[in-house]
């Protein structure tokens, strides 16, 4: 193993991990902070690039602060609490500028300052917590026979770390999980066994919203209603809070359960978040989110969001906008009431029937949704059956728009694009291939995850 001594961490990089320079060799390690001087042990070692870990520290960044969770480290959810949030904001910034100088080949572009996060606790509505046999024990990275409930060791199918507190989604969340692994240990419950697919209790997730609603969703591999419902009743009983109760049972070897039933148990069949209009002399915009609905998981935020997608397309009433990618219509939804029309493109077709309920909810009448690929659906042809877009949002996932949606574009030619990506390396990559038709008029990052490397980025386009 090389060892390289007294390297000064450079930067903050996009996977998580901070990003150093020994010669020409970019070197990756988890856990610094731009700033610091270490010693890194390599551990992988390739032509361009190698992956390593510190081992010493000579001296410590100024952008560095103790990190206030007990399960850093370990955990993988929060790779950046050890940075000061200023400097996650300035790397999250960097990240993009990056992108768009590096992959964009964009000279100078107008990226305004990051939206940071008022909440950076607490800010999610979303967890999901799995219940483990043996939990993977902190101290000396092995496992032990006590039962965990908790959160996938990163990259690891089968190792459970058990969470004492998180910080991620405001109380009662961690008093229920906590009563949860009490009551099943009490009860002589058994844990499951990823290796072995077997154990009773397996996942156990909760969905809140800014309204105050919480969904509690239990998942068991077996059908014991003897079993399942008095548990279910304790939670009701201790937890008041809890407005919505679904099981599932899931005999199948991975965790996923959008292919499952989801039964009903008490209170409501949904929950309802609610963000402002993005015009004040209209009404709030209603989502009702079902056990497997998805919703942006900071709701604070995605209502900045939207409102910044909406401000870009600085409607008018007469406009037909495309949503493409449009998820539950959340955005699609929310800016109907100021255009003529939005037509919304999904591939997931119980993500299309949530949007055509929020439409009802808010009594949108003029949106239509389509359950397809957009790079199968989206075509000139298609677009003369559903009108000509004045302007397209667009949102797509990770790897961003595929190359026939970019090319159909360039077809169509809509006066705008707003394009809002998690991705900033993929977006700087299709506005590239935008470029000769469209200039970038400005961008806005927005932080949605605090203490982590991730980063939206929203970017107005107009047709040159
Ligand atoms: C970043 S999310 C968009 C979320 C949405 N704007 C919202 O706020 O609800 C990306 C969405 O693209 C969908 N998707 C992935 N690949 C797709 C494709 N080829 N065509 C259409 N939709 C796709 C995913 O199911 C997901 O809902």
């Known amino acids: 193993m090389k060892l390289l001594e007294k390297i000064e961490i450079l930067d903050a990089g996009s996977e998580g991990n901070a990003v150093a320079r020994h010669g020409d060799m970019v070197v990756f390690v988890p856990y610094g902070v731009p700033g610091d001087v270490?010693?890194?042990?390599?551990?992988?070692?390739?032509?361009?690039?190698?992956?390593?870990?510190?081992?010493?520290?000579?001296?410590?960044?100024?952008?560095?602060?103790?990190?206030?969770?007990?399960?850093?480290?370990?955990?993988?959810?929060?790779?950046?609490?050890?940075?000061?949030?200023?400097?996650?904001?300035?790397?999250?910034?960097?990240?993009?500028?990056?992108?768009?100088?590096?992959?964009?080949?964009?000279?100078?572009?107008?990226?305004?300052?990051?939206?940071?996060?008022?909440?950076?606790?607490?800010?999610?509505?979303?967890?999901?917590?799995?219940?483990?046999?043996?939990?993977?024990?902190t101290g000396s990275g092995e496992s032990d026979s006590s039962p965990a409930l908790g959160f996938h060791i990163p990259k690891r199918w089968d190792k459970i770390l058990n969470i004492d507190y998180c910080y991620l989604m405001d109380e009662p969340v961690n008093l229920i999980r906590l009563e949860a692994r009490r009551y099943?240990?009490?009860?002589?419950?058994?844990?499951?066994?990823?290796?072995?697919?077997?154990?009773?209790?397996?996942?156990?997730?909760?969905?809140?919203?800014?309204?105050?609603d919480l969904m509690l969703i239990m998942v068991y591999q077996n059908d014991e209603p003897d079993v399942i419902f008095p548990m279910l009743d304790h939670f009701m009983q201790v937890f008041p809070q809890i407005t919505s109760m679904f099981y599932v049972i899931n005999e199948k070897k991975n965790d996923v359960i959008s292919d499952l039933e989801i039964r009903h148990y008490s209170g409501t069949q949904f929950i309802t978040e609610t963000l402002p209009p993005f015009r004040?002399?209209?009404?709030?915009?209603?989502?009702?989110?079902?056990?497997?609905?998805?919703?942006?998981?900071?709701?604070?935020?995605?209502?900045?969001?939207?409102?910044?997608?909406?401000?870009?397309?600085?409607?008018?009433?007469?406009?037909?906008?495309?949503?493409?990618?449009?998820?539950?219509?959340?955005?699609?939804?929310?800016?109907?009431?100021?255009?003529?029309?939005?037509?919304?493109?999904?591939?997931?077709?119980?993500?299309?029937?949530?949007?055509?309920?929020?439409?009802?909810?808010?009594?949108?009448?003029?949106?239509?949704?389509?359950?397809?690929?957009?790079?199968?659906?989206?075509?000139?042809?298609?677009?003369?059956?559903?009108?000509?877009?004045?302007?397209?949002?667009?949102?797509?996932?990770?790897?961003g728009m595929h190359e026939k949606v970019i090319q159909t574009l360039l077809t169509v030619l809509p006066l705008k694009i707003v394009y809002i990506s998690c991705n900033p390396a993929t977006q700087a990559r299709d506005m590239y291939l935008l470029n000769n038709r469209y200039t970038l008029i400005e961008c806005q990052p927005v932080d949605m995850f605090p203490h982590t490397q991730h980063v939206e980025n929203v970017a107005l386009l107009s047709l040159a």
């Open 184 to 212: 099943s240990i009490e009860k002589g419950l058994s844990f499951y066994d990823a290796r072995n697919n077997t154990g009773f209790l397996r996942n156990m997730i909760l969905r809140s919203t800014t309204m105050g």
């Open 280 to 399: 004040e002399n209209h009404s709030p915009v209603n989502f009702r989110i079902g056990p497997v609905s998805f919703f942006q998981t900071n709701p604070e935020q995605a209502g900045r969001l939207f409102r910044l997608a909406a401000g870009y397309l600085s409607p008018e009433g007469k406009e037909v906008v495309y949503d493409l990618y449009t998820g539950t219509g959340s955005i699609a939804n929310y800016i109907a009431p100021y255009v003529n029309k939005v037509i919304g493109i999904e591939a997931s077709a119980s993500a299309v029937a949530d949007a055509g309920v929020n439409a009802e909810l808010n009594g949108n009448t003029n949106l239509r949704f389509f359950a397809a690929e957009t790079e199968k659906l989206l075509s000139p042809e298609f677009i003369s059956t559903h009108g000509h877009p004045d302007a397209v949002i667009t949102d797509p996932p990770r790897n």
């Open 38 to 137: 270490v010693d890194i042990e390599v551990f992988r070692l390739k032509r361009s690039f190698a992956e390593g870990k510190i081992i010493r520290f000579h001296q410590l960044s100024e952008n560095r602060i103790e990190p206030f969770c007990s399960h850093f480290g370990l955990c993988g959810g929060c790779r950046w609490q050890q940075m000061k949030y200023e400097s996650q904001l300035h790397f999250k910034q960097k990240q993009v500028e990056d992108n768009l100088k590096r992959i964009g080949k964009f000279d100078n572009p107008l990226i305004r300052p990051i939206i940071g996060s008022d909440k950076t606790q607490g800010y999610r509505n979303k967890l999901e917590f799995t219940f483990s046999s043996r939990r993977w024990f």
